[in-house]
């Protein structure tokens, strides 16, 4: 029985952080696929920014492997929060000077 010589490992890029289409670029350069489970419209998708990746940067995978990507953070994951202003708000007048209790200045360095 032959066995076949082992195939070198691809190393999966850091696709987090970058735009769909550099995403797809840099994939592609290194011989692997791209597949996004919550875009089915994938390979229209220009501008959105990869906020996950499976399998993780670094790791080592045959060629031609599928790496998954996410545009949107799940239910309950991230997110920038209310942005709204909340109680309770900053008294008016801007930023003022904490001073010190009426008298002498120097009273205190004389004794």
């Known amino acids: 029985m032959r066995i076949p010589p082992k195939t070198p490992e691809v190393r999966v890029p850091r696709l987090v952080g970058l735009m769909a289409v550099d995403a797809r670029e840099a994939a592609r350069a290194r011989g692997l696929f791209l597949n996004s489970p919550d875009r089915p419209e994938f390979q229209r998708v220009v501008v959105d920014y990869?906020?996950?990746?499976?399998?993780?940067?670094?790791?080592?995978?045959?060629?031609?492997?599928?790496?998954?990507?996410?545009?949107?953070?799940?239910?309950?994951?991230?997110?920038?929060?209310?942005?709204?202003?909340?109680?309770?708000?900053?008294?008016?007048?801007?930023?003022?000077?904490?001073?010190?209790?009426?008298?002498?200045?120097?009273?205190?360095?004389?004794?």
């Open 50 to 111: 990869v906020v996950r990746q499976y399998p993780p940067a670094g790791a080592e995978v045959p060629p031609d492997s599928m790496v998954y990507v996410w545009f949107d953070l799940g239910d309950g994951e991230g997110g920038g929060g209310v942005r709204e202003p909340r109680p309770p708000v900053p008294p008016s007048g801007g930023l003022q000077r904490e001073l010190g209790e009426p008298g002498d200045a120097f009273e205190m360095i004389g004794r």
